[in-house]
């Protein structure tokens, strides 16, 4: 069982007659999870996980009166006195028969139910997933494993692809390279809160949108792996690898406006959107040190090039930004302490955005700036069943990033700075495990 109880306060701003209004959102998230592994045979075996999860936040706004002290619920604030609750009901069952030493079978079924009421929710809707899926492991000689897989789906709400395939495959080149190619099929249906559920404060209008479509993806990946022993103290590790994604009907994690409420903002449907890109990583373990090094360049579709109305532009199909990853471990194991630093940077971020200047349309190549990103983390070993973990994250004290987008509508604009992360924060914690 898992419990959160959370509080945000957000303090309101003191008017001229030093007055304020205040909000809290109250979340209290209640989960309970049960994992059943049930060996039947020296051959079969199946794994059963379940959970049930309530989620509920509340709204309270307080009028509070800086010159007596008075406090007064607020209640003709929209939303400003609201309780939204979700539940969420989760099963699955996978089996796993080994046929021969060549073939192993993996049949499995799964059923998801959400539902959720309140004052923001559009009625008290309730979607269920259920799937029947099934997969295998096929070594017909040594150099090749093919791991195929079917997933038949129905959804309460949207008509799901009669069958959702995935292939992966495993070359083996020579004792230390390998090749891995997979192919998958995609389908998401819109979730609750992206269909029903109604956000409005002082400064957010965001209506949920029922006429959502699903989402429907093709994804294909190819990486070449090598991997060296060294000596019996450690190993080196080099992935080279490649990726293309392209999505249909895509559900915008951003939001665009409702034509006929310019201030309200809605969720929608990307008709088309790609990524792809690739990416090198190397690994290095020796002894109690282990590193990490990461090179990623990702390109994002840049749907403008293949409208009519920019042809004459010559624009480029997809817009692209590195990235570089690096993690260092090391384990004084006589001491019990482990040091960890990871650190990540994220390069500009382009992507070309229609902008209205002395009412013309115009489009524009935006950017958001580079960052960098850091953690630093120690665990220590307090006796046999005591762990502290101790830290900072976010060591170069991110807030927000530089952007030249000229938006500057509706209050998910992308004008001016982007809010990234919430800046430099400390920790510790106390872990207790019974058994080692």
Do not use: C
């Amino acid at each position: 069982m898992n419990y959160l109880n959370e509080i945000i306060t957000i303090p309101g701003s003191i008017n001229p007659g030093n007055k304020a209004t205040d909000q809290e959102y109250i979340t209290d998230r209640l989960t309970r999870q049960l994992q059943a592994d049930w060996r039947i045979s020296k051959r079969f075996s199946i794994n059963n996980v379940a959970s049930y999860q309530d989620y509920e936040r509340r709204t309270r706004t307080t009028d509070i009166d800086l010159n007596t002290g008075n406090k007064t619920l607020n209640i003709n604030l929209a939303g400003g006195q609201d309780i939204s609750s979700f539940t969420s009901l989760f099963f699955r069952s996978t089996g796993q028969y080994e046929v021969s030493d060549k073939l192993t079978f993996q049949p499995g079924i799964e059923i998801k139910n959400d539902q959720a009421t309140g004052e923001r929710i559009k009625g008290t809707p309730s979607i269920t997933d259920y799937a029947f899926f099934v997969s295998g492991d096929l070594k017909p000689v040594t150099w090749l494993n093919i791991r195929p897989g079917l997933r038949f789906s129905k959804n309460s709400q949207y008509d799901a692809p009669p069958v959702i395939p995935s292939l992966n495959t495993k070359i083996v080149l020579g004792r230390q390279l390998d090749l891995r190619l997979s192919y998958a099929r995609g389908f998401r249906a819109p979730a609750l809160r992206e269909l029903y559920f109604d956000f409005h404060d002082a400064n957010h209008d965001i209506n949920g949108n029922e006429n959502l479509k699903a989402e429907y993806s093709n994804s294909f990946n190819a990486s070449l792996n090598w991997a060296k022993a060294i000596s019996t103290n450690g190993s080196f590790k080099s992935v080279l690898s490649g990726f293309y994604n392209d999505f249909n009907n895509q559900i915008t994690t951003s939001l665009a406006n409702d034509p006929s409420s310019p201030n309200l903002s809605v969720y929608v449907n990307v008709d088309k959107f790609k990524t792809t890109g690739g990416s090198w990583e190397n690994s290095f373990a020796w002894k109690n040190l282990y590193t990490s090094v990461g090179l990623f360049y990702i390109g994002r579709y840049n749907r403008y090039s293949d409208e009519p109305d920019y042809k004459d532009q010559d624009l480029p199909g997809f817009v692209w930004s590195p990235e570089l990853s690096a993690n260092l471990t090391y384990d004084f194991k006589p001491t019990g302490t482990n040091l960890g630093l990871f650190y990540k940077y994220t390069g500009k971020t382009p992507v070309y955005q229609i902008s209205y200047i002395n009412g013309q349309q115009q489009l524009n190549l935006a950017e958001t700036a580079a960052f960098h990103f850091a953690d630093f983390t120690i665990s220590q070993r307090a006796g046999k069943y005591l762990m502290i973990n101790t830290g900072i994250k976010n060591i170069f004290d991110v807030t927000r990033l530089n952007n030249t987008s000229t938006d500057s509508g509706g209050a998910h604009s992308t004008s001016g700075p982007v809010l990234k992360a919430a800046g430099r924060s400390y920790f510790l914690g106390l872990a207790f495990q019974l058994t080692r």
